[in-house]
């Protein structure tokens, strides 16, 4: 296990080499304070905000402006970043890379689009963009990654990104106001690596 330190030290790596990050369709670069309309029109969504463990439902403008403050202030122990279209530019969602020891064991990222972008393959291709910039940035050997036990979407997207399954856990939902089960899945650096060469 990390000593406090440590995690501190890594959480910073991860922080400050956070680069703009490409992939076929997507751009995936720092959130703007600019993002905070488009944000809360597709956060304020029940069926987004119930795979989410800290997001509230409803879901203002006011909700957006503040987390955009507290990631542009550097407040979060994470790697934000805002998902957008390469084409077009549209915000279509959040993900990000995160490295605190007071909520994870590991090192973990997690994402979120808005309903009109689901189905179409972009929750896939801004996880496979942070789990390379993980392996790429650090030399830790896993990085987890989790879902509502119900999220059928997700998991397909954690199998794709070479998650395989670690443990069960609980989180508290902020838009159920109810604790429910998560699972947990860890992404090993030797799998993501063999899955690049393959």
């Not at 934000?80 to 007071?102: K, P, V, W």
């Not at 393959?121 to 119900?150: H, M, N, P, W």
Request: aromatic share 10%; with cysteine.
């Amino acid at each position: 296990m990390s000593s406090p330190s440590e995690r501190n030290d890594r959480a910073s790596r991860i922080i400050q080499e956070s680069p703009v990050l490409t992939t076929k369709r997507l751009i995936l670069r720092q959130p703007h304070r600019d993002d905070a309309q488009d944000m809360a029109a597709l956060a304020n969504n029940f069926e987004v905000a119930r795979m989410l463990d800290s997001m509230p439902y409803p879901y203002f403008d006011t909700d957006a402006r503040e987390f955009l403050d507290r990631v542009i202030g550097g407040q979060e122990k994470a790697c934000i970043y805002a998902i957008t279209l390469g084409e077009s530019g549209r915000f279509i969602g959040i993900c990000g890379l995160h490295d605190d020891a007071e909520r994870s064991e590991l090192p973990f990222i997690g994402y979120w689009l808005g309903e009109p972008y689901w189905g179409k393959g972009y929750a896939t291709e801004a996880a496979r963009a942070l789990v390379d910039l993980y392996f790429k940035t650090t030399d830790l050997e896993f990085l987890q990654i989790s879902c509502a036990r119900e999220n059928r979407d997700s998991l397909r997207v954690i199998e794709k990104c070479g998650g395989e399954y670690w443990k069960p856990g609980e989180e508290y939902s902020a838009a159920l106001g109810r604790p429910r089960p998560i699972d947990h899945y860890r992404v090993s650096r030797a799998s993501w690596m063999d899955s690049l060469a393959a």
